[in-house]
C-alpha cells in the first residue's frame, strides 16, 4: 500500500514563505506526475502546480506563477513546494497528489497539510 504525507503546512503572515514536502511510503512507484492542489474554505480543490516525473516539465496556475516553486529530490519518490510571497488568498489545506504509470488521473492523495496566511 502506497501512501503519501504531507508536511510543513504552518500559519505564516502575508509576505512569508513556506515549504511543503510530500512524501511516498510503501513500494516504490512509477510515476508519471506529482502535484500539488489546494482546497480552501468552501470552495472546491484546485490545482496548484506539478511535475512530469520524466523530464522534470513544471506547470502552475496563474494564481501561484512565480511566487511557487516545485521541486523534486535527486532520488526518490518525494515532492516539495517553496511558497513564497504568502498572501491570504493562499490559506488553504494543500494536498499532494500522484499520477502512476498506466493511470490517466492522479490516483493517489495525501491527507493534506494546512496553510494559513495572516494579513
Known amino acids: 500500500q502506497v501512501q503519501l504525507g504531507e508536511s510543513g503546512g504552518d500559519l505564516v503572515q502575508a509576505g512569508g514563505s513556506l515549504k511543503l514536502s510530500c512524501d511516498a511510503s510503501?513500494?516504490?512507484?512509477?510515476?508519471?506526475?506529482m502535484a500539488w492542489f489546494r482546497q480552501a474554505p468552501g470552495k472546491e480543490r484546485e490545482f496548484v502546480s506539478s511535475m512530469r516525473w520524466s523530464n522534470g516539465m513544471t506547470y502552475y496556475s496563474d494564481s501561484v506563477k512565480g511566487r511557487f516553486t516545485i521541486s523534486r529530490p535527486r532520488v526518490g519518490n518525494s515532492v516539495y513546494l517553496q511558497m513564497t510571497s504568502l498572501k491570504p488568498e493562499d490559506t488553504a489545506v494543500y494536498f499532494c497528489?500522484?499520477?502512476?504509470?498506466?493511470?490517466?488521473?492522479?490516483?493517489?492523495w495525501g491527507q493534506g497539510t494546512r496553510v494559513t496566511v495572516s494579513s
Open positions: 510503501g513500494r516504490p512507484l512509477s510515476l508519471v506526475a
Open positions: 497528489a500522484a499520477q502512476t504509470v498506466g493511470r490517466g488521473d492522479y490516483n493517489l
